[in-house]
């Protein structure tokens, strides 16, 4: 694989679309809550991607509108969406087999910290009033066989988020493949961390940057 | 034990005990029993310790329960939500306990109270703050924790449809956590669209079949 380098920074919609483009054909998929949802909108419609969503789905479609709501179908962010052909309905329990069990070929989820050695932390800011909220983070986070991360590389304070050791607490410990971010990909394996596009960034600006030993692809 | 079919709401729940441990069905507000709630609001009973996924929507359903203050313990793997403030208000007043369980754990703890296992051993939270005070394990050269079955005294749950046999068929994604804490209750009590004739259901299409059911009641 070569560094591929355009010049600036990837928007939400730039980056959902690398991320899709990147998903297998026929995979099984679990986008997280929140900015992974996005990649949803840039499947291509041949792709044959399967989605699961982990309150009971495969096989789910787009959000609904007007006369499609219904307030038995809805995702794991609880927006209405819709059935695909193909579709199918599980309990719980079997779902979080799906998930738990290596069923899943690739989760796509947000973070507040990454570290070199692929530890995740997105559940929780350890603030004294913060309420903490797992739901399926962990185990997607142990279980999908490929974990994506989709976040920016900087904090609105502009410190970085792919870090040598996570701050805040753990998701899960050595789970995390990839890293697409704004201005870079990061593929982690081994404790290495390879970076495999550049965007409106320079080599020596990321590595002033993240305080993390890179290889470049 | 048959199942019985409730004249009413009122009545499946007037047996609940303070102090019981109540499985509430739903993920959101698909699949919760909400006339099942309303009936507890005002059966009465307080003390209570709740498992649900989360810790109410809005202002309806077990956000009313925890509003009417009787709820001590919440168990649950997401409470905050942009639409959680009844139970952000009480855990922020220090009013509710609360025990986050991953939510694959959670569904698992009550799939093993249903079937008659003693704990488990999985890699979810393996490595982060849920995992203290837990045994690990490490099995073939994999890190596990150990996780016990999570029984209720009641579930409540909500369901499509019911025959008179209780037999349960579901409804897309509100089917969630019901065929799971329809297992783990000594009572389970299911609110439905219809009760249906008997052999008004395809028995290859029963998702919960009626053993686990005690009492049903329709809309």
Redesign the interface.
């Known amino acids: 694989m070569s560094l591929r380098i355009t010049d600036a920074p990837r928007s939400k919609d730039e980056l959902a679309a690398a991320i899709a483009a990147d998903i297998p054909a026929g995979a099984y998929v679990n986008l997280g809550i929140g900015q992974p949802t996005l990649v949803a909108d840039h499947l291509r419609d041949d792709g044959g991607v399967v989605l699961h ?5 495969l096989h789910m479609g787009p959000a609904a509108h007007g006369d499609e709501i ?5 995702n794991a962010g ?1 927006v209405p969406v819709t ?1 695909l052909p193909g579709a199918s ?5 079997d ?3 799906m ?2 069990g290596g069923h899943l070929d690739v989760c796509v989820l947000g973070a507040f910290q990454v570290s070199a050695t692929g ?1 995740l932390a997105n559940w ?1 800011t350890g603030a004294d ?1 913060a ?9 997607l ?3 999908a066989r490929s974990v994506w991360v989709m976040m920016t590389l900087r904090t609105r304070e502009g410190a970085p988020k792919l870090v040598p050791s996570c701050a805040y ?5 050595a789970c995390v493949d990839r890293v697409y971010t704004d201005v870079a990909t990061f593929d982690l394996a081994e404790g290495a961390v390879t970076v495999t596009s550049l965007h409106g960034v320079a080599r020596g600006e990321l590595e002033a940057l993240v305080e993390v030993p890179l290889r470049f692809a | 034990m048959g199942v019985q079919v409730c004249a009413d709401h009122d009545e499946a729940v007037a047996d609940v005990r303070d102090g019981s441990t109540v499985l509430i069905g739903g ?5 919760m029993p909400t006339r099942l709630i309303d009936a507890l609001i005002r059966q009465g009973a307080r003390d209570l310790t709740v498992v649900s ?1 989360n810790a109410g ?1 809005g202002d309806t359903g077990l956000a009313a329960l925890l509003d009417a203050g009787r709820v001590r313990r919440m168990i649950c ?5 942009h639409d ?1 403030h009844v ?2 208000r009480l ?2 007043a220090g009013e509710i306990e ?1 025990e ?9 703890r ?2 093993a109270a249903g079937a008659g296992i003693g704990g488990f051993y ?9 995992a203290e005070g837990k045994e690990t394990r490490e099995i073939d050269g994999t890190t596990y924790l150990l996780e016990k079955p999570l029984p209720g005294d009641i579930a409540f749950i909500k369901a499509h449809a019911a025959d008179h046999a209780g037999n349960l068929v ?11 804490m329809a297992t783990a209750a000594r009572c389970t009590i299911a609110e439905v669209g219809e009760v249906v004739a008997p052999g008004g259901l395809d028995p290859e299409a029963v ?1 919960t079949p009626g053993i686990y059911v005690d009492r049903v009641v329709s809309a």
């Open positions: 969503t982990e309150n009971g789905m219904d307030p038995d179908l809805i609880k059935e309905y599980f309990h719980h329990a779902s979080f087999a998930m738990r530890d929780h009033d309420i903490p909220a797992v739901g399926g983070a962990m185990d986070a142990v279980g607490p753990l998701t899960g410990v | 993920f959101g507000l698909a699949g996924n929507n793997s997401f409470p905050r939500q959680s139970f952000d855990y922020r609360l986050v369980v991953p939510q694959g754990t959670l569904a698992e009550m799939r999985c890699r979810t939270g393996v490595g982060t703050l849920l579901y409804r897309k994604t509100a089917r969630n956590f019901g065929p799971v998702v």
